[in-house]
């Protein structure tokens, strides 16, 4: 029997997946853009560029689906139950796969890089934010869509907001506004504003680019982006409790899995904001990629115990799995 495993995560910004032997060595990579079926246009140019990383991926391992012991999507995306019917059926049947594929939220590919067992609790923020728990006897909770918007995106467009309600003067000065203005080369709020509404403007999911720059003017000590950064990990720990409470993990000590892009950045500022909202959580800062999740998900499903400090060697040397 074949010892291949194949371990995609699917973003909204980028779907990486990954064909790799039994002791971790990553025999095949590949990647594809936008893989969340609510956000890419729709399910169809979601299951394209799933279905492009994962052939690369294969092409690369020099096999087919019908080699691999077993598969494993983690998929921002992957949120009501009808989903998840909806991607196993399709995902084993235009990929040729034998047998229909494990497909989780990618907030649980998040839990399992942080933990053996997958049990506790993960937030993951990227270009948006999943977050999920798992208690001892495998009983999950995390929603599809959360009340607030959360993640990159949501930092990027509360502070843009701010830019142009000082430009109304309804708001105050900001030093956004001077990083909002390098960042698209406009003269001031108003031309930035007509950037981002005009006819054939920039596009739609511009707001993420700019979390790296509210994080930076937070940490610097802007009150205007503190208060963003502090709003939008609160919620994202709010969201975080919840999950924990309904899976009965609150009352004890338990992994608090912090992954994603957003994470990465050195303000700690973002971090302990959300950890005050839950403060049983022990936070876990994996140092694998997303994708090595889905991998060892793919993995615990027949057994096999990949070398996690050979896969993540082999992830931080590939420029192409970085966030």
């Not at 080699?67 to 196993?88: I, K, N, Q, T």
């Not at 957003?262 to 140092?287: M, N």
Request: hydrophobic letters at 45%.
């Amino acid at each position: 029997m074949s010892s291949l495993v194949l371990g995609v995560d699917g973003g909204n910004t980028k779907t990486v997946a990954l064909v790799v032997a039994a002791d971790g060595t990553i025999v095949g990579s590949g990647s594809g853009g936008c893989g969340d079926i609510h956000n890419a246009g729709g399910p169809e140019p979601a299951l394209v560029e799933i279905g492009r990383a994962t052939t690369a991926a294969l092409d690369g391992a020099r096999a087919t689906a019908a080699d691999l012991a077993a598969a494993a999507f983690s998929l921002a995306g992957a949120d009501w139950p009808e989903d998840f019917v909806f991607l196993r059926s399709e995902l084993q049947g235009r990929l040729g796969l034998r047998d229909e594929p494990e497909v989780v939220n990618d907030a649980l590919g998040g839990l399992r890089c942080g933990t053996e067992d997958m049990v506790g609790v993960a937030v993951v923020i990227g270009t948006y934010a999943a977050v999920t728990a798992r208690n001892a006897d495998g009983q999950l909770f995390h929603l599809g869509f959360w009340p607030d918007s959360t993640g990159a995106f949501a930092l990027g467009s509360k502070a843009l907001a701010a830019v142009w309600r000082h430009m109304l003067e309804l708001g105050p000065r900001t030093s956004l506004l001077e990083r909002a203005l390098a960042r698209w080369r406009c003269a001031d709020a108003e031309e930035l504003l007509h950037a981002f509404t005009r006819i054939g403007g920039l596009e739609d999911s511009e707001p993420g680019r700019f979390a790296d720059a509210v994080l930076d003017e937070a940490e610097a000590g802007d009150p205007v982006a503190r208060t963003i950064v502090e709003t939008v990990a609160g919620r994202m720990g709010d969201y975080a409790r919840v999950c924990a409470a309904r899976t009965g993990l609150l009352g004890a000590p338990f992994p608090l899995v912090l992954c994603g892009g957003v994470l990465r950045h050195p303000s700690t500022l973002l971090r302990a904001a959300l950890h005050s909202r839950i403060p049983e959580g022990r936070p876990v800062y994996p140092d694998v990629e997303p994708v090595a999740g889905a991998v060892l998900i793919a993995a615990d499903l027949v057994g096999a115990r990949p070398d996690v400090r050979r896969l993540q060697s082999a992830l931080a040397g590939s420029t192409e799995h970085q966030g």
